[in-house]
């Protein structure tokens, strides 16, 4: 989540120390959220000053609720990806600010370690909904961008591989 927090703000064009500082905020704001479990509005009611940190809902972030996020946070995702034994396509946009390149890179070592069947793609100028911006800045600027229907191919070429 702290790389998301850092991601969106780069893409939005927050200068280096306001995005330090505020970083620092927001890993209090998520101990209390995913480790703690509290609402952002339980947060934001005993932390006023953080107000301006966060943007999204009282009792969701982006539209799930918040029991979805600390429930997620609970989760072993490295010993749940070792245990796939089966093709794994990881398709990650270059401009996808909210999964890191690292988290594709960690997914495709952890089912690669029973044998070679992760298989890593990053689309070029290509968020994380797929859509495709002429820059990083673009896709914190409201627009939609354009799908990216190449990701069909790509998706199609691996099926073909794997299902021989």
């Given at each position: 989540m702290?790389?998301?927090?850092?991601?969106?703000?780069?893409a939005?064009?927050?200068e280096?120390?306001k995005i330090?500082?505020?970083?620092?905020a927001?890993?209090d704001?998520?101990?209390?959220?995913l480790?703690?479990k509290?609402?952002?509005k339980?947060?934001?009611?005993a932390?006023p000053?953080?107000?301006?940190?966060?943007?999204?809902g009282?009792?969701?972030?982006?539209?799930?609720?918040?029991?979805?996020y600390?429930?997620l946070?609970?989760l072993n995702?490295g010993?749940a990806w070792?245990?796939?034994k089966?093709p794994?396509?990881v398709?990650?946009?270059?401009?996808?600010?909210?999964?890191p390149?690292e988290?594709g890179?960690?997914i495709?070592?952890?089912?690669?370690?029973g044998?070679?069947?992760a298989?890593?793609?990053?689309?070029?100028?290509?968020?994380?909904?797929?859509?495709?911006?002429?820059?990083?800045?673009?896709?914190?600027?409201g627009?939609?961008?354009?799908?990216?229907?190449?990701?069909?191919?790509?998706?199609?070429?691996?099926?073909?591989t794997?299902?021989?």
């Amino acid at each position: 989540m702290l790389a998301i927090e850092r991601e969106r703000r780069v893409a939005m064009g927050a200068e280096p120390a306001k995005i330090n500082s505020e970083l620092k905020a927001i890993t209090d704001f998520y101990r209390l959220y995913l480790i703690e479990k509290e609402t952002p509005k339980q947060i934001l009611t005993a932390h006023p000053e953080w107000k301006s940190i966060w943007d999204d809902g009282d009792t969701t972030q982006y539209g799930r609720p918040a029991a979805f996020y600390q429930q997620l946070q609970d989760l072993n995702l490295g010993e749940a990806w070792s245990a796939v034994k089966t093709p794994v396509l990881v398709l990650r946009g270059e401009y996808d600010w909210i999964m890191p390149r690292e988290d594709g890179y960690a997914i495709v070592e952890s089912v690669n370690k029973g044998g070679q069947l992760a298989k890593y793609v990053e689309l070029p100028r290509v968020t994380h909904g797929l859509a495709q911006f002429e820059s990083f800045g673009a896709t914190a600027q409201g627009g939609r961008g354009e799908y990216f229907k190449p990701v069909e191919t790509t998706v199609m070429e691996f099926l073909r591989t794997v299902l021989k």
